[in-house]
């Protein structure tokens, strides 16, 4: 089964496994059997890791995001899923300049693509609870910007703050390398059955 290491204090209320590579405060994915190992490369996912059958039967919503075919948003922006346990997830980013715009401070993420990652984060967190045969919609999404996003790691940690049968209702935050909170998150998301 595969660990999820947190390091320092922070949101995430899982079990405190040891520190992570990227720092303190830092969600990372570690593969079974490699104590200390680094988080995926860009683009990697669980699937990439092997997940096991416990956490498959665990989180079955994840295999979308584990396995995408085709084109795939997560796939062209190099999005992925570091961390994932039931109602939480986080989804890192290597933005570079490429995806912003040049200020006198210097260059900044677009802020579209800053809510592209909160959505996954958040997204990731949802389907940590949905089965195998349910999917869901954005109903609604809310993002404030704090700081400018720069480029370079992005995470965005996202959480089910409370789920009914049919509407799950989830937060995110949006951290650099030094856990800076750049930008937060709020949407709700409608539980609708899988289309074949």
Do not use: K
């Not at 990227?22 to 200390?36: D, E, K, T």
């Not at 680094?38 to 079955?60: E, H």
């Not at 795939?72 to 109602?87: D, I, Q, S």
């Not at 006198?104 to 089965?131: E, F, K, N």
């Amino acid at each position: 089964m595969h660990s999820l290491v947190h390091a320092g204090p922070g949101r995430h209320r899982g079990p405190r496994l040891a520190a992570g590579p990227h720092g303190a405060g830092q969600l990372c994915f570690r593969p079974p059997g490699v104590p200390g190992a680094p988080a995926p490369s860009r683009g990697a996912t669980l699937s990439d890791q092997s997940l096991s059958d416990a956490d498959r039967a665990l989180m079955p919503g994840l295999t979308a995001l584990t396995a995408p075919d085709g084109p795939h948003v997560w796939t062209t922006l190099g999005f992925r899923l570091t961390a994932a346990e039931p109602g939480r997830a986080s989804v890192a980013w290597e933005a570079t300049a490429a995806y912003g715009f040049v200020t006198a401070s210097g260059p900044v993420i677009q802020g579209g693509l800053v809510t592209a990652i909160l959505d996954a984060g958040m997204g990731a967190a949802s389907r940590t609870y949905l089965a195998e045969d349910e999917t869901f919609l954005t109903a609604d999404l809310r993002v404030e910007f704090h700081r400018p996003s720069r480029p370079g790691l992005l995470v965005a940690h996202g959480t089910v703050e409370r789920r009914t049968r049919r509407a799950y209702f989830c937060s995110a935050e949006l951290t650099d390398t030094a856990g800076t909170v750049l930008a937060v998150s709020r949407c709700t998301n409608l539980v609708l059955p899988a289309q074949p």
